[in-house]
């Protein structure tokens, strides 16, 4: 064992040769010279900026408009990343070229050292053979029939916010009352995620119970770490250089209390997951009725993973090991909440900013109940109209992940959809890219890019998505995204496997919401600041330095229009 003083000075001689050893090794540089903007500190690059909170997501916005598709950004240490936008080199980096463009070290060693060896953090075959196993159980077919499961979760959602809103308005006056929609969008989300994904009940939705250590690490982990990523390249080297059990020595020593409180979290994690993961393997040794007796009644995907798991223990090629199955539960648990709480609370602002597409989202759902005579099916959920013209419209223009990153693994040159020019006025139409070159993928700038989408491209515009048929542009830009040409779920081999799981998800909640409540914005908080988290968050003006997101909207109880939204 080491002590603490030795181990803060061991921690301190660590950082000094990560550094050194980021400056000697990892200060890949471009290959041409891009154009970009100018580092704004010497050791971190544009970091500081890119990675802001408060004014992170500007600071993207300006970029892209002033640099255009592809260009350079400075990181730790000297590092040269390329920021790109360009559809076609942005096909080769996601879908043609994965053999040569990888998850980044940096993410990988951060996302293995939070959940463990689970789909986010692993790669090559490992990556094949568990996405091969899980990717069915997040099908149609087996959403289907976890719909009924979403309901659940969407009328607990209505009952907890009618309950609080009864409590808060004046007696004799109409149900009225102001509050945080981040707070309910974010427990309605890992709710969501915990009896469809986990068949775990965090009791998010009930007010009564005491929040258990359990659902507070699950929402607390994104934006506590986020801030560290700036300082990657320091972990990545400690991981790759030091034994495990030094690396959780030191970060347990490190004298940064945020540092401090990513390890509690990660430990509480782990705690949590391994009795949930003993007590499911535990009923499904009891046979099918003791699984059917557990939250979520055997349907959850983890069960159901675990189930064909065990059933194919003999063949080591079909089976994942204990280690892999569990690392994905804490897998799912975050990369599923933060998403989905950011997108829910994204809808739901964007309905209170603009009354009429509320009023006429609220009208199609009241017309939809009279003609199906009851609780809307799979099929209903996900093709009303407007309601799903809202869905894509606001997950294009508010991303929830505003950027992911890629990294060559050997050197190589992708073609651009349209020439370039270099800081030294040359025009280049393919882009070499470095070995060991870090690429962001510019998912946001994408997204509203105004050649693909038109001038009104930072616009909130449901009614895009109603026409028949995608506009010219729209087609002709082949943007290599797994939704509606856009990169929000990302594409390729590593596109994100829960994308209809949150929307069923996301749009039952909305439905019991729009059809029972009235949102608009707070009286004297109608200002709300969105920020760069590793999902994008809510906060008040002069507030956003807070970790904790706040989202205060004004929500009025309905008078019921009909027996179905009363259920
Ligand atoms: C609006 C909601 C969501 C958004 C915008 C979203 C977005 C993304 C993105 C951009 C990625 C790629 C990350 C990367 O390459 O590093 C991803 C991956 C992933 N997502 Fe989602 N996600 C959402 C909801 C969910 C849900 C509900 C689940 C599961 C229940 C989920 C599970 C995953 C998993 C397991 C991966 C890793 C896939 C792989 O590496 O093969 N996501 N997601």
């Not at 500190?41 to 500007?58: E, K, Q, R, V, W």
């Not at 990343?81 to 994965?98: G, K, M, N, P």
Request: charged fraction near 20%; hydrophobic fraction near 45%; charge should be negative.
């Amino acid at each position: 064992m080491i002590d603490k003083a030795n181990a803060v000075l061991l921690a301190a001689l660590v950082t000094v040769c990560a550094l050194y050893s980021a400056w000697r090794r990892h200060a890949v540089k471009c290959v041409v010279p891009l154009r970009g903007p100018a580092p704004s500190s010497f050791l971190l690059g544009n970091s500081p900026d890119l990675y802001s909170g408060p004014h992170g997501l500007a600071y993207h916005h300006t970029l892209a408009a002033t640099y255009g598709r592809a260009f350079k950004v400075h990181m730790l240490a000297g590092e040269e990343q390329i920021y790109l936008s360009d559809t076609r080199a942005l096909h080769h980096v996601l879908v043609r070229d994965t053999h040569v463009f990888d998850e980044t070290p940096a993410m990988m060693s951060e996302f293995y050292y939070c959940f463990g060896p689970g789909l986010i953090s692993v790669h090559g075959d490992t990556h094949k053979k568990q996405r091969k196993m899980i990717q069915p159980l997040f099908g149609a077919a087996h959403m289907r029939v976890l719909t009924p499961t979403f309901w659940d979760i969407a009328y607990q959602a209505r009952d907890v916010i009618r309950a609080k809103v009864a409590c808060a308005s004046d007696a004799g006056k109409a149900p009225s009352a102001v509050l945080d929609l981040w707070k309910w969008s974010s427990r309605a989300a890992l709710e969501g995620v915990g009896v469809g994904a986990l068949g775990y009940s965090f009791d998010a939705l009930d007010d009564e119970t005491e929040d258990n250590a359990y659902m507070v690490a699950a929402r607390e982990l994104p934006y506590t770490v986020y801030p560290l990523r700036k300082f990657m390249p320091i972990c990545v080297w400690c991981m790759r250089n030091l034994p495990v059990w030094l690396q959780r020595a030191l970060a347990r020593v490190t004298p940064v209390p945020r540092v401090q409180k990513v390890c509690r979290i990660v430990e509480t994690l782990q705690r949590n997951s391994e009795a949930l993961y003993a007590a499911k393997k535990a009923a499904l040794r009891e046979g099918d009725a003791e699984v059917a007796a557990q939250v979520g009644a055997g349907n959850d995907v983890m069960s159901v993973l675990m189930k064909a798991n065990m059933a194919a223990a003999a063949n080591e090629k079909e089976c994942l090991p204990d280690d892999e199955v569990m690392g994905q539960m804490n897998t799912l648990i975050s990369a599923a909440h933060d998403t989905t709480s950011s997108a829910l609370a994204h809808m739901i602002y964007c309905l209170a900013q603009d009354l009429p597409r509320q009023r006429r989202l609220r009208e199609e759902l009241a017309q939809a109940r009279s003609d199906t005579f009851g609780e809307f099916d799979y099929h209903t959920v996900t093709t009303l109209p407007f309601l799903d013209a809202c869905y894509r419209e606001t997950l294009r223009l508010y991303a929830p992940a505003s950027f992911q990153h890629r990294t060559a693994t050997e050197a190589i040159t992708v073609p651009l959809s349209a020439p370039i020019e270099l800081s030294n006025g040359e025009l280049i139409s393919a882009l070499p890219i470095a070995k060991g070159q870090t690429v962001v993928v510019a998912i946001e700038a994408v997204n509203r890019d105004p050649a693909i989408w038109g001038p009104d491209a930072d616009t909130w515009l449901p009614e895009r998505w109603l026409t028949k048929g995608s506009p010219a542009s729209v087609q002709a830009a082949g943007v290599p995204g797994a939704f509606s040409h856009t990169l929000t779920f990302l594409g390729g081999n590593r596109s994100c496997i829960g994308m209809k799981f949150s929307e069923i998800e996301l749009k039952t909640i909305l439905i019991a919401l729009v059809e029972n409540f009235e949102f608009a914005p707070a009286p004297g908080q109608e200002e709300v600041k969105w920020r760069l988290s590793l999902v994008q968050t809510p906060a008040q003006p002069g507030r956003e330095h807070l970790d904790e997101p706040e989202l205060p909207l004004l929500v009025t109880t309905m008078k019921p229009r009909s027996v179905d939204a009363l259920e």
